[in-house]
């Protein structure tokens, strides 16, 4: 699981540290990184990374507007000094949300959730129904297993 990531925070010394830390992870490839949101809205736009680390408090526009102006939206996780944010993070799918200054293990944490999200999803992908399947139909009091190579439309009436 190679994910690329971006990061985006004004300070640059946070920027600095968290690159640093993220090293650690050879699964993470940090693509970019700004200081400024509305570059970073450009340039995430540009370059679609699967993660976005995301600061809330910034001049100009902020962390959850940052968001609302992106093209697709990434997985998140916020990295902030605020703790009063989490709760509209979370409303907005974040996939975590870590306070400054970021402790390795809780920076470790947040990405072994990423790959587990990550493993579900591909396993999900896997799971779906495919041709050489069947699936059951109840028609009243009759049942069915009907193999999908053999549907060409499915209408429900009712229940």
Partial sequence: MNKKCYIVDDENLAVKELE??????????VI???????KAIVEINDKKPDLIFLDI??????GFEL??????????IFVTAYDEF?????EVNALDYILKPVN????KDAIQKLEKKSQQALKDRTDKLSLDKKIFIKDGDRCY??????IFL?????N
Avoid: H, K, W, Y
């Avoid at 640093?20 to 490839?29: H, K, R, S």
């Avoid at 408090?57 to 902020?62: A, I, L, S």
């Avoid at 968001?67 to 998140?76: G, I, K, R, S």
């Fill in 145 to 150: 297993f009907v193999p999908i190579r053999d």
């Fill in 104 to 107: 390795p293990e809780r920076l």
């Fill in 154 to 158: 499915i209408e429900s009436e009712g």
């Fill in 67 to 76: 968001l609302e102006q992106l093209d697709e939206a990434p997985e998140v």
């Fill in 20 to 29: 640093t830390m993220l090293a650690l992870f050879p699964n993470i490839q």
């Fill in 57 to 62: 408090n910034m001049p100009g526009t902020n």
């Fill in 86 to 90: 989490a709760i509209r993070a979370f």
């Fill in 32 to 38: 970019g990184s700004n200081e400024r949101a509305s």
